[in-house]
């Protein structure tokens, strides 16, 4: 019997020790003189995001970022030193004395800067939010003095705010490859010359658009002009000060929803499907090659599917027969 009870004392202390662990984890935020290395990390109240170092895919390279706490394989929705890995597992993520979050690596050189400082740095907070927003506040916990959100890479997540009142805004970013995050050949955003719509770039040609904005949805969008398919939920706003934004929330908030640009140009809205453990695909665009932007030149008419693609508006004639005739739409009509 005493044997026994030895036995469950130790059970006792080891679960205790175990749940402490696991309280100790579930850490959301860090003030002045505290940090993250490599290895800790932050974990929102909600335990559905996750700050810290990750290696994309099979490269040795550690990057600072945010992820999905739960969901497999743990995708990332956001980066910070995309353009300076850090080789080694040395990193660390804090306050500088000069009030800016900084990326370190373990040389203690910084790869990473919010480059937006917070006054008064001994009472700041960083705080990773049920949203997956990594923000910045001040003494009273309500000022921000940086977020994530308004430095995304290729993400758009639901509450996170474009701005489509400023002219061409390219507000995401492709990674470079399935495994490096470092700016790619892609970018999304708004054009809001005129009704606002948003925009695919390969570079600075534009690759694909959604069509204006008509009130409800993006006229050039297939699937959002049936309403039973209209579930993205995106709205416009004004913030009041003259600004105005696209954001979106999914029908059932409890849904993990993103649009992502894919590093080979795609920009695709994804859904997590919990009972599959499969990401659903939503939409794609461009879906064809008909929704590529100008595919067929200014007076070419595209179908898609159809052989050939392209052909002439009435009364117009290819530039290049010799290359339409090989399915090379490039020289227009
Ligand atoms: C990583 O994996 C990809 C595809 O599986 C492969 O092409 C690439 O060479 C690999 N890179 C390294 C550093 O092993
Ligand atoms: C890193 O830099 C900080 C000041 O920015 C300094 O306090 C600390 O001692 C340095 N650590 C190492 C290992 O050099
Ligand atoms: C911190 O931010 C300020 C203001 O943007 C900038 O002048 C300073 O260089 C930044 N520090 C670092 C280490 O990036
Ligand atoms: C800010 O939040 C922290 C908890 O994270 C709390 O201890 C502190 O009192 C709050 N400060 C103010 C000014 O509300
Ligand atoms: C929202 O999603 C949750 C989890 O998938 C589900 O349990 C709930 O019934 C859904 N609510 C509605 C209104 O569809
Ligand atoms: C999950 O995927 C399965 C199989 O593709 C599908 O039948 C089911 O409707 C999906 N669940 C949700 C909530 O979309
Ligand atoms: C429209 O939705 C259907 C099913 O929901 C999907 O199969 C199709 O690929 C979507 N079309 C586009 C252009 O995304
Ligand atoms: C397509 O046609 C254009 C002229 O219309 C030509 O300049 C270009 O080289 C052609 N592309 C290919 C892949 O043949």
Redesign the pocket.
């Known amino acids: 019997m005493a044997f026994m009870s030895k036995k469950s004392i130790f059970l006792f202390s080891f679960f205790s020790l175990f749940s402490l662990v696991l309280f100790c984890h579930a850490i959301d935020r860090i003030t002045k003189g505290q940090s993250i290395k490599d290895g800790e990390t932050l974990v929102s109240a909600d335990e559905n995001f996750e700050l810290g170092f990750f290696n994309p ?3 040795s390279l550690r990057y600072f970022g945010i992820w999905y706490h739960k969901i497999l394989g743990q995708p990332v929705i956001w980066v910070a030193n995309r353009k300076n890995p850090i080789s080694g597992t040395k990193g660390s993520f804090a306050f500088g004395e000069d009030g800016n979050f900084t990326v370190k690596d373990g040389n203690n050189i910084s790869v990473w800067s919010s480059n937006s400082p917070v006054p008064s740095v001994d009472s700041a907070v960083a705080i990773l939010e049920n949203e997956g927003n990594l923000k910045l506040l001040g003494s009273d916990n309500i000022t921000v003095y940086w977020e994530s959100f308004d430095n995304p890479t290729d993400t758009f997540l639901p509450n996170m705010r474009i701005l489509a009142s400023s002219g061409v805004q390219k507000s995401f970013s492709s990674w470079k490859s399935a ?1 490096d995050p470092s700016p790619g050949n892609f970018a999304m955003g708004v054009d809001s010359n005129g009704a606002p719509q948003m925009v695919l770039w390969e570079n600075s040609r534009r690759r694909w658009r959604s069509g204006y904005w008509d009130g409800q949805i993006f006229t050039g969008v297939p699937n959002m002009t049936s309403i039973a398919n209209f579930k993205y939920g995106f709205k416009y706003i004004n913030d009041g000060n003259g600004n105005y934004y696209f954001t979106y929330n999914p029908a059932n908030s409890s849904d993990f929803m993103r649009f992502h640009i894919t590093w080979d140009g795609y920009e695709e809205q994804l859904k997590w499907n919990e009972s599959e453990n499969k990401w659903d695909r939503m939409q794609i665009q461009p879906a064809n090659n008909c929704e590529l932007y100008n595919y067929c030149g200014n007076f070419g008419v595209c179908k898609a599917l159809a052989n050939p693609e392209c052909r002439c508006m009435e009364g117009f004639v290819p530039r290049n027969q010799e290359q339409w005739a090989k399915g090379n739409w490039s020289g227009g009509v």
């Open positions: 895919g099979n490269s495994t």
